[in-house]
């Protein structure tokens, strides 16, 4: 049975740091390309980033280039999202994401987390 579960969100003020965490277990992690997603109240549902089976490649989504870094550790089974100078328009739960094979960005997800609450206050 394959399971993502994410770690680290919480509450946070405006230009502060989180780190995220979505440990897998399950499935073969190091040839799944890992992706971050979010979803604030009323939205849908957004890219925000990911990175390569081999950690070699990343993609930002432009909302959160230069703030956010996905990373990963295949020894550790762990993808993380490293997220500086935070912004109220960040606030949504954040998703872990696993798509077998290589692409960026993702376009057929397999596997998905429950979830984790991240809130920027002003």
């Not at 230069?66 to 500086?84: C, E, H, I, P, W």
């Not at 798509?99 to 920027?120: D, H, M, S």
Request: proline fraction near 3%; hydrophobic fraction near 35%.
């Amino acid at each position: 049975q394959v399971q993502l579960v994410e770690s680290g969100g919480g509450l946070v003020q405006g230009g502060g740091s989180l780190r995220l965490s979505c440990a897998a277990s399950g499935l073969t992690f190091s040839s799944h390309t890992m992706s971050w997603f979010r979803q604030a109240p009323g939205k849908e549902r957004e890219f925000v980033g990911g990175i390569s089976v081999s950690g070699r490649v990343t993609l930002h989504a432009d909302s959160v280039k230069g703030r956010f870094t996905v990373s990963r550790d295949n020894a550790k089974n762990t993808v993380y999202l490293q997220m500086n100078s935070l912004k109220p328009e960040d606030t949504a739960v954040y998703y872990c994401a696993a798509e077998f094979g290589g692409r960026l960005p993702p376009g057929n997800i397999n596997f998905w987390g429950q979830g984790t609450q991240v809130t920027v206050s002003s």
